[in-house]
């Protein structure tokens, strides 16, 4: 892939392939789920965790490489702090030990201010960058992130950033989403075990009778939707306490009006 | 805590193309995912990380790191598999609902012996190669100019970013801002230091996105390299040796299961 994009003449391919990535991030999961239960009985896991890696890992490059064609020299320039904002909160965080991530408000910040696009290349480069430095475990979650940002992108073009009830929502929906898809990865990858408190968690739903990957689903399901409310919260906190003349200056937020109507009449 | 991985060495895995380490990485981890034995990732382990690691002389690097990383996860999936694999019939030993079976401890040891070859042979990539040697191969590969300069940019961003985050602290403490002890209560301390944070490193995109511009950031004509990327036919052809066996392990598997 060159680089010879202005938007406009790639457009099609650019479109293609996010809806192609999609596609094969959605058809990944439906297949874990709907061949799950013959697969743990005969115990070989075998196509089921390269399903997983390949799968989510081929989605999640093929949206990434559809969307940065689409972003301005300006949001190019955004995401690196963005990134930097997700790595250095959610260690922070990780060495506090609290049950949640907090790993995602850069992305949900991009998102809000620069759309979905945006979002999606944060996202997967976040966990490149940080399995590049820090630790490599987050890598196969890539996809997770990339969903994040797709759908933080969304909530914002639909005005869920405008009134201050909407943002839990929004985040504890995308939490459930993030849950779901990330689920495949820690069953059939890391075998439930990604950490001391969610490998506990999943042992005790399994030993009341669920499946590897129904166990992993109920986890990240305790967990997910109130990380991501918390930092959709936050970022829509964060936002709220800003000037609006730095908002305003984002094309994707005057486009949108994703905080209401400006309120000078520069628009 | 330095913001890479990477350490310097005068090695011949040091001096192979990163985009030949990125592929040997991918096609690695294909294979120990396609055969759904232990010995298999066992297999991997001796015979191309463990002299991997020798040659490139971070073989102490590697073992500490990788033993930071991987002894939390593999205790805990050998505790959770062990005792609730949901497939097990053989019990070794009950206590309540939890049952130590050999399926569990068969299932631990696959999914184990995968990850052990997930991280090292991920760390052991990291280990030896620079980022910005890898992301000019994998430009010059054809990925967008783009995404290399978002990774190296957020690499040399972390540190400052650090610097202004705890200065920003250090700011609010000094009129009065209370850091509790309490790691929950202590979740409050974010808002006021994430709005000055982002406010203040989102004011200076907009000065170096009009320097990129000035710079031809955003122009698509091909651009040539400043320091080329060392390449050998062997590699070359090695690209696409390491696909194939790949390939023909997940054929092999695919075939096997279905006899």
Known sequence: MTSSATATPNKSRNLALVVGGTVIVLATYLYLVISQPTELQTSSTAPAGLIAMAGYLVGAVL??????????????????????????????????????????????????????????????????????????????????????????????????????????????????????ISAPISAFIFGGA????????????????????GATTMQGLLSDPLDKLISFTVVYLVLSALPARFKQRFPFVRQYQVFGKAPAAKA | MSSTLYVERPSAVHRLNPVTKLVALLCVIVVVFAIPQWWASGAVLLLVIVPAAVISGCGGALARIGGQILLPLLVVLVLVQGLTFPGGQTVLWRWGPLALTTEGLMFAATIGARIVVLVLSSVLLVLTTHPGDLMSALTEAGMSPRFAYIISSTLQLIPSFRARADSILLAQQARGLAVPRNPVRRLGVLMPLLA????????????????????????????????????????????????????????????????
């Open chain 1, 194 to 213: 990604t950490g001391g408190g969610t490998g506990a968690l999943v042992g005790m739903f399994q030993a009341m009778g669920q499946s590897l990957l």
């Open chain 2, 196 to 259: 000055p944070l982002v406010l203040g490193m989102f004011t200076d995109v907009e000065e170096r996105s009009t320097a990129m511009e000035a710079r031809g950031f955003g122009s698509t004509a091909k651009r040539t390299t400043l320091t080329p990327v060392r390449d050998s036919r062997a590699q070359k052809v090695a690209r696409w040796v390491m696909p194939a066996v790949a390939l023909l392990a997940v054929v092999l598997q695919v075939g096997w299961g279905l006899l």
């Open chain 1, 63 to 180: 949206i990434a490489a559809g969307s940065i064609h689409r972003l301005s020299t300006t949001t190019i320039a955004m995401i690196p702090v963005a990134i930097a904002l997700n790595i250095v909160v959610g260690q922070l965080v990780a060495v506090i030990g609290l049950p949640v991530y907090l790993d995602s408000m850069g992305t949900v910040l991009v998102a809000a201010l620069a759309g979905p696009a945006a979002g999606v290349v944060t996202g997967i480069l976040t966990n490149v960058i940080w399995g590049l430095t820090l630790s490599p475990i987050v890598l196969p979650f890539a996809v997770v992130q990339v969903v994040i940002g797709m759908m933080a992108g969304y909530a914002a073009r639909g005005g869920l950033f405008r009134k201050p009830w909407l943002p839990p929502i929004a985040g504890a929906l995308t939490g459930v989403v993030a849950a779901m």
